[in-house]
């Protein structure tokens, strides 16, 4: 493997907001994990690793992604592929129900993608009027999860 399929690898990591990547072959390892600065490639061949620092412009956490409708609701949109959780444990109650009032640090789910736990926030301030997606159910990139009134 070299490098450019590295950065090719890393672009797809960005691009489908993936936290960690990891690939084994006979006699080459390589793992890829973001961090805030960027990835750090983590490379083995034979007994001899080498640990490569790759840091491209800071990458971002996903956000949801909020529509408004023509009559003032707007949608809270997943970021990403997964499945969605709409409490933090099974025990737990739901981070947020109908009526519920929220503001832009809320999180209102939680988006299990690659065994990576994301948070999914609000990004606005308003009320929930509608819960589009059932708990433990896979969700699509751009799949409406909520409609939320603005305040």
């Known amino acids: 493997m070299d490098l450019k399929d590295i950065k090719a690898i890393i672009d797809l990591m960005k691009k489908n907001s993936i936290g960690e990547f990891e690939l084994e072959r ?23 690793p080498t640990v490569l620092s790759v840091a491209p412009a ?11 409708s023509p009559n003032g609701a707007a949608e809270i949109k997943s970021p990403m592929i997964g499945t969605l959780y709409r409490a933090p444990s099974p025990d737990a109650g739901n981070y947020v129900e109908i009526g519920s009032e929220v503001g832009p640090d809320t999180v209102v789910c939680l988006i299990e993608a690659m065994k990576v736990m994301n948070e999914i926030k609000a990004e606005q301030r308003g009320v929930i009027t509608e819960i589009l997606s059932e708990n433990a159910k896979p969700v699509e990139f751009g799949q409406p999860l909520f409609k939320i009134r603005p305040l």
């Open 58 to 68: 800071p990458l971002s956490l996903p956000t949801a992604a909020t529509a408004a």
């Open 26 to 48: 006979q006699d080459f390892k390589i793992r890829l994990k973001r961090g805030m600065t960027g990835p750090v490639v983590i490379a083995e061949e034979a007994q001899s």
